[in-house]
């Protein structure tokens, strides 16, 4: 069974860099096709995708966001990392990882979601 | 940069057949896959490569594709089935890059 736990703060200032954990369990992030993206939603608002990491390393993210970004992984610890700089209350939104599975000309999707972690920016 | 375009909102009776759509350019070249999120909780997988359903998802849940619009359809509309429901393919930067629909809200009368 596969699980995935996002943590960090629930509250950070403008300014701010933001970090957050992504721990999982049930698969390994080296096996070929596998990674993990993040993905946020704004309360009441759509899905917004940041970031998605493969198991060879390759790492991408939303043009929109691209230098705010770093995403990264430790895989002897069943752990991914997203990194946000310079944090805007417009960032106010429930933060989801999610186990990903790449195929070639299929794509990436997302199965299964972690519960998510509301992060809220205010002075 | 492509983008994704769903209505915001589909409403129908218990046992009526919803249909959810989902249109843009990289859809005549990406497959779509869809979620579904009812409130307070995560997205849910629903439906893979435009019409495959994952185990445990039921078969009045389906999934199609044609030119530039997917369709999510629901039959028998049940009143679990509320919820939002987002599509989501691949942007024109790669494969690798996600792209997301702005979510409809389905509504059971």
């Known amino acids: 069974q596969i699980t995935l736990k996002e943590s960090g703060p629930t509250l950070v200032k403008p300014t701010q860099t933001l970090t957050l954990t992504c721990t999982f369990s049930?698969?390994?992030?080296?096996?070929?096709?596998?990674?993990v993206g993040w993905i946020r939603q704004p309360p009441g608002k759509a899905l917004e995708w940041l970031a998605l990491?493969?198991?060879?390393?390759?790492?991408y993210y939303s043009p929109s966001l691209k230098s705010r970004l770093t995403i990264t992984k430790d895989t002897s610890k069943n752990q991914v990392v997203l990194r946000m700089t310079n944090m805007d209350p417009v960032d106010t939104a429930t933060y989801y990882c999610?186990?990903?599975?790449?195929?070639?000309?299929?794509?990436?999707?997302?199965?299964?979601w972690g519960q998510g972690t509301l992060v809220t920016v205010s002075s | 940069s492509y983008e994704l375009t769903q209505a915001p909102s589909v409403s129908v009776s218990p046992g009526q057949t919803a249909r959810i759509t989902c249109s843009g350019d990289?859809?005549?070249?990406?497959?779509a896959y869809w979620y579904r999120q009812k409130p307070g909780q995560a997205p849910v997988l629903v439906i893979f490569?435009?019409?495959e359903r994952p185990s445990g998802i039921p078969e009045r849940i389906s999934g199609s594709s044609s030119g530039t619009t997917a369709t999510l359809t629901i039959s028998g509309v049940q009143a679990e089935d509320e919820a939002d429901y987002y599509c989501?393919?691949?942007?024109?930067?790669?494969?690798?890059?996600?792209?997301f629909g702005g979510g409809t809200k389905l509504t059971v009368l």
């Open positions: 999610a186990h990903s599975l790449y195929r070639l000309l299929l794509g990436n999707w997302f199965d299964p």
């Open positions: 049930g698969f390994s992030l080296s096996t070929n096709g596998v990674g």
């Open positions: 990491i493969h198991w060879d390393d390759d790492k």
């Open positions: 990289a859809l005549s070249k990406q497959y």
């Open positions: 490569k435009d019409s």
């Open positions: 989501q393919s691949a942007d024109s930067s790669g494969t690798s890059y996600v792209l």
